[in-house]
């Protein structure tokens, strides 16, 4: 299986690219990022693209692929609407418009949150616009996709988080984590990882997958 892979710099993103590094079914990587993450791989090929709003200049890089996982996001603090949704929904559907045109057997997964709103209607402004993201992903017409609303996340294997007050929580609640991975509201990066690995292998009827779920599929 060939796999692309958005935001590996970020926390679930990385956590994504080391159990496809380490996972025999899976035979490429393809990371594209705005800046290098800096790691040799014989598995990985890595793409520096400074503009999510057109892929047009790396388009004949993308095809031949079998899944994506689409793991970049932003916080919304700070942010407006028109803001959020120029970054959360309309770089995530040019993406996901250039790879269904190259790609349509393939299988998309989108990385949400818990709290999204698939109504689009609700009060919280990031919650409409993710779950406006998912729903397009979910109705483009990909052989399969996936939306995956992890809420907390345990990092694993030195991976840190590019928010600097989550790692000071994760230093905090270290002693902790042992209890926390028994819980099934908590996932890890790791599980995470495996789990957009095995949807993408093994389909699950199941398309909007929250913490338990993810952790079940694992």
Known sequence: MKVIITGSTGMVGKGAL?????????????????????????????????????????????????????????????????????????????????????????????????????SEKGRVMWARVKGKTENMILNMGFKDAYAFRPGAILPEKGIKSRTNWYNAFYVIFRPLFPLMRKMKSVTTTTKLGQALINVSIKPSNKKILENVDINRLV
């Open 18 to 118: 080391l159990e496809c590094l380490d996972n025999q079914e899976v035979s490429e990587v393809l990371v594209i990022n705005r800046n290098s993450i800096g790691m040799d791989h014989p598995k990985l090929k890595e793409l520096i693209h400074k503009d999510f709003r057109d892929f047009t200049a790396i388009k004949e890089q993308l095809a031949d692929y079998d899944a994506c996982f689409h793991c970049m996001g932003i916080s919304a603090l700070g942010l407006n609407e028109e803001q959020y949704t120029g970054i959360t929904y309309t770089m995530t559907k040019e993406l996901a418009d250039t790879l269904y045109a190259l790609n349509p057997s393939m299988v998309f997964s989108y990385v949400s949150g818990t709290g999204t709103d698939s």
